[in-house]
């Protein structure tokens, strides 16, 4: 029930996302850019939300437009997955310790999306991959998804492993978050009654 397929395509990309709320953190990621279905597959594997996506972009320029893209796609999905939010308990946060980094993340299902973005990384580059991206990508997830969003490193040397928390901290926030609340299965998780 809990399922949800995205297709975008535009002039620069082609995006195919599927999703299980309900899953156990299964991934098949393929995007042409390493580092970043790596990102993918730990959102996946901590928020046990089952991910298949495969995106085809406009690489010979830069990574940009794959990385937004796949954010957009992705958090259309996590609506349409979600639906009427009917159940679930809407909240979530984590507080993610990874060797040198820790990542605090507390986000909102809220419906009204806004980014607070704390993650300075000492280095421009993740290999190839431009640091900033990871910006962009939760910018994007966070606009469609309609996801109140804040995320802060709070320590942190290795901007490896500064993403990777993050990546890490946004999915066990997330699985919190959609997970359904036995307590008020059939309830709007809010006092107007809609979200």
């Known amino acids: ?11 620069e990309t082609r995006i195919s996302v599927e999703i299980n709320l309900d899953g ?7 995007t042409g850019v390493g580092f970043f279905d790596h990102m993918l597959e ?18 010979h320029i830069d990574d940009h437009h794959t990385v937004e893209d796949t954010g957009i796609a992705l958090g259309q999905a996590l609506t349409q997955a979600i639906g009427d939010k009917r159940g679930i308990r809407r909240y979530g946060a984590c507080l993610l310790p990874m060797d040198d980094t820790l990542v605090r993340c507390a986000l909102d299902l809220s419906g009204r999306p806004y980014l607070v973005w704390n993650m300075d990384m000492p280095t421009q580059k993740i290999g190839t991959f431009d640091t900033e991206l990871v910006r962009e990508f939760f910018q994007a997830l966070s606009t469609h998804g309609g996801v109140t969003l804040h995320v802060d490193a709070l320590h942190g040397i290795n901007s490896h492993h500064i993403a990777e928390a993050g990546f890490k901290a946004v999915a066990r926030a997330l699985r919190d978050a959609v997970e359904p609340d036995p307590r008020k299965a059939d309830a709007i998780p809010s006092t107007k009654g809609t979200l």
């Open 1 to 11: 029930m809990r399922k949800a397929k995205i297709e975008r395509a535009t002039s």
């Open 24 to 30: 156990t953190g299964s991934y098949d990621c393929k």
């Open 42 to 59: 730990q959102l996946a594997r901590h928020s046990l939300i089952d991910m298949t996506i495969r995106a085809e972009g406009d690489l």
